[in-house]
């Protein structure tokens, strides 16, 4: 369909690998590390921020632009990438995990979900084929199907009639789809059962999709359960296909799932985190509104090249947020979002030199395996 995938290196002593993915809005490099721009914005950044903190790929969320402004409005606009003004490549989820995760009454039927907005109470039915609807009227370059993600903890039944139901779904969305150069992933469900996660996957590859996502982790579930479930489905995932891991992570889990062989991240961690005052850097992560910091000249990571820590010092960063200046957010998001860009040029140079190990011995002092996920939402709302 619309996407193109090239491998440039497998790692030797891990199943880690290096490509690029050219889509209809250029290429990006992988393993990627996708911003959320749930409103059709990276909270806080211009397309201009994203680019000077290196950011090539961005995820949208179907489900809230859908509610608002509406996806025929996009249309009639232009499309997304016009909409905002971002004309690299943009992937967009189905609504799906949104819908389970905000929206009011919702209620699993066979043809797809019924739920109220969370915005106005307003009613909906989200099936597969408006699903794709949505997102060929957005036009992003990557799409995804409607799946079924069961709550967590849930009964083996409840997880096997969610894999049953994400492969008619699937069947349906692929079907539906026309849209020329918008690719289509299909969904891996199953939630931890081994068994549920290789029927899933074996049907969808069956059906045929230009790239295989692994849905509902990071829903709740402990690390080290979500890192077995990868351990286990990974290496039967189609090796020519890109590999997308959604909502994952932290930067131990993101190098952890780099080992792996995953291809492509989204997380809302380096956004949210930067609104509330936490920094990333190569030293690990600082609060900036500490008062440690109120005379402290040096800039945010002295090793980072963002433009945030090119021309403020922690001093004055402190001062924003301390007096909930605007421009806090907006610093404070690029230099997270910039942080999580060196962090997977530093992967894909690793992997080159075959040098993992090194980088991740740095990140685990420095991040450990904490886990921010919890309950909370997959958007950056
Ligand atoms: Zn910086």
Sequence with gaps: MGLGF???????????????????????????????????????LSPHDLRGAGVEIILCNTYHLYLRPGHKVIGELGGLHQFMGWNGPILTDSGGFQVYSLSKLRKIEEEGILFQSHLDGSRHFFTPRLAIEIQEELGSDIAMVLDDCPPYPCTYERAKSSVMRTLRWAESSKEAKGLEGQALFGIVQGSLFRDLREECLKGLTKIGFDGYAIGGLAVGEDVGKRLATLRDLLPQMPPESPRYLMGVGTPYEILEGVKMGVDMFDCVIPTRNARNGTLFTSLGKLNIRNSQYKTDKRPCDPTCNCYTCKNYSRAYLRHLYVSKELLAYRLGTIHNVAFFMNLMERIRRAIMEENLGALEEEISIYFGQEDEHGLLSLCDG
Excluded: W, Y
């Excluded at 790692?11 to 590390?33: M, N």
């Design 6 to 44: 090239e491998i440039k290196k497998c790692s030797k002593d891990s199943r880690a690998r290096i490509g690029l993915v050219r889509t209809s809005h250029g290429p990006f490099a992988t393993p990627a590390f996708m911003p959320v721009g749930t409103q059709a914005t990276v909270k806080a």
